[in-house]
């Protein structure tokens, strides 16, 4: 089980927020992130905790180990007005967080 | 580029079958494992089955276990879910996503499935 914690957080353009991902037990590596605009499909942001996908800007960034990790969005930006998931991959499974919703003031 | 595209979607009384597809194109399917994964309105993602790139392994989310299958016809490029007894709680957008290792590295844009008498 993931949990995410803000739930929702509000936050200026240019700002830096931080969303944390609690697993109820250590896990590997395989946490990737995702952001999810409204009205569309999600799109992965990090995989392998910090590996930063192909075409993602550098503005976003991912940490952690054992059981917290953490998604980082450095000077956000109109269009990181999206909900935002961890998820992980354990015995071909996966299983994603609640979700942090992301406002932008 | 790479491209998902669902399709079989609507209104379902409670206890019908429905049959999702998606079509797959822009990259060779048949070397990459495919999941389903859906969305309830207004709720997050809740991951329901993976299929192996040949075929030969499946896994499904302990809430469609016995009800739904996840099958692939690798020569048309196509992924499948059957979802049999649907329940009000099946209802959401069903995406299919590729596999990539321990991530969803596409998906595509959804078909909703709306579970109603």
């Known amino acids: 089980q993931l949990t995410q914690s803000p739930s929702s957080l509000s936050a200026s353009v240019g700002d830096r927020v931080t969303i944390t991902c609690r697993a109820s037990q250590g896990i590997s590596s395989y946490l990737a992130w995702y952001r999810q605009i409204p009205g569309r499909a999600p799109e992965v942001l990090i995989y392998s905790t910090s590996t930063l996908q192909s075409g993602v800007p550098s503005r976003f960034a991912g940490s952690g180990s054992g059981t917290d990790f953490t998604l980082t969005i450095s000077n956000l930006q109109p269009e990181d007005s999206a909900t935002y998931y961890c998820?992980?991959?354990?015995?071909?499974?996966?299983?994603f967080g609640g979700g942090t919703k992301v406002e932008i003031k | 580029q790479v491209q998902l595209v669902e399709s079989g979607g609507g209104v379902i009384q409670p206890g019908r079958s429905l049959r999702l597809s998606c079509a797959a194109s822009?990259?060779?399917?048949?070397?990459?494992?495919m999941h389903w994964v859906r969305q309830a309105p207004g709720k997050g993602l809740e991951w329901v089955a993976l299929i192996w790139y040949d075929g030969s392994s499946e896994y499904y989310a302990d809430s469609v276990k016995g009800r739904f299958t996840i099958s692939r016809d690798n020569s048309k490029n196509m992924l499948f879910l059957q979802m049999d007894s649907l329940t009000a709680e099946d209802t959401a957008l069903y995406y299919c996503?590729?596999?990539?290792?321990?991530?969803?590295?596409?998906w595509g844009q959804g078909t909703l499935v709306t579970v109603s008498s």
């Open positions: 822009g990259f060779n399917f048949g070397t990459y494992g």
């Open positions: 998820q992980q991959f354990i015995n071909f499974s996966l299983t």
């Open positions: 996503g590729r596999r990539q290792r321990s991530h969803v590295d596409y």
